[in-house]
């Protein structure tokens, strides 16, 4: 989650000791305390205080997002709930009136940008239980939010990821080189090597139009559905960016993509969003393009984050797993 060198648990004492002296910050009770609830691209906290009050605080990865990329990402949240599209947390501005804030303390190397979210009450979908409903609702929130990226004019200067094939596969990619990752052996590498050079080929004739690429939630998961009695609530913006519409399905069954069940997830979603939005029968041929590019971006996310603990317990037979999962699409594709 961080670019230091330094081991996780001294990096996580570090973050715990900033969060606890961001919060003067924000009019956030004098006796409230700091909770660690997440650790991946940011550390996220839980704040509470005797009361009844509770807030989300992110303290963001250095050099994962700027400044602007988070006001950007702001921006999106705020327009989605305002107009009504899909509910989202709502933010507290600091004191200083800024929503952004910015924070440092001593054996970290760079200063973090930190934004304190409202608590959302609610639980996500039991992933134990029939899912298919859950998914044909994210399909339904995922084609209202892209009808909206699509209508809706964007502030100058907007700043967000960009997840396309050079965001995975490039010279720079933005979660690292997939062929860095644990157990990716001649053998792997030799089937995911045709798998990216298939991906690449199929993307561009594919192509970019508005209709099909624009903005994205990117990581629209089970796990980012808040549910309550008052509606459901969609969480987690961080990494909104520019990408394929049908990107937001892949993303949906991030790490689950050979569960047997992902062709009734599919079906599901695919019905959920066509309760919205139009979506061809040539967009649906290449769901599973996008399935395949998410994969080789998590192979590649687990090695570059091999530092924190979910990608530690995911990284046993992942590599494996996407080889498998490539070969099978290649033999589907003749």
């Not at 006001?71 to 709502?90: I, M, Q």
């Not at 979210?117 to 996500?124: R, S």
């Amino acid at each position: 989650m961080d670019g230091s060198d330094l081991p996780l648990e001294r990096l996580l004492e570090h973050l715990q000791e900033l969060a606890e002296k961001a919060l003067v910050f924000w009019d956030v009770p004098k006796d409230a305390t700091v909770r660690l609830i997440n650790v991946s691209e940011n550390a996220t906290y839980l704040v509470e205080a005797p009361g009844g009050y509770k807030s989300i605080l992110r303290v963001h990865r250095e050099n994962y997002h700027t400044r602007r990329a988070i006001e950007c990402e702001l921006s999106w949240l705020d327009a989605l709930r305002s107009e009504e599209v899909v509910a989202t947390p709502g933010y507290y501005i600091g004191k200083d009136g800024q929503p952004i804030q910015e924070a440092r303390v001593d054996g970290l190397p760079d200063p973090r940008f930190l934004v304190l979210f409202h608590f959302v009450e609610g639980d996500a979908p039991d992933e134990t239980s029939d899912m298919t409903g859950g998914y044909e609702e994210l399909g339904a929130i995922a084609a209202c939010c892209h009808e909206h990226a699509i209508r809706w004019k964007k502030p100058d200067r907007f700043e967000r990821l960009t997840w396309d094939v050079d965001a995975v596969f490039g010279a720079n990619p933005t979660w690292g080189n997939w062929r860095d990752a644990p157990e990716v052996t001649q053998d792997v590498g030799d089937v995911l090597e045709r798998v990216e050079a298939t991906i690449g080929k199929r993307l561009q004739v594919y192509g970019k139009a508005p209709e099909r690429y624009n903005l994205i939630h990117a990581d629209m998961r089970l796990a980012n559905l808040l549910i309550d009695g008052n509606g459901t609530r969609l969480i987690d913006f961080d990494d909104c960016g520019f990408g394929w519409f049908l990107y937001d399905f892949a993303a949906a069954i991030s790490f689950i993509e050979d569960d047997p069940r992902i062709p009734d997830f599919k079906a599901a979603w695919l019905k959920g969003y066509r309760s919205v939005r139009h979506l061809s029968a040539e967009d649906e041929a290449e769901i599973d393009t996008f399935i395949m590019l998410r994969r080789m971006a998590l192979l590649a996310w687990i090695g570059s984050h091999i530092e924190a603990p979910e990608p530690q317990e995911l990284a046993p037979g992942f590599a494996a797993t996407t080889a498998r999962l490539g070969q099978d699409w290649l033999d589907s594709l003749g």
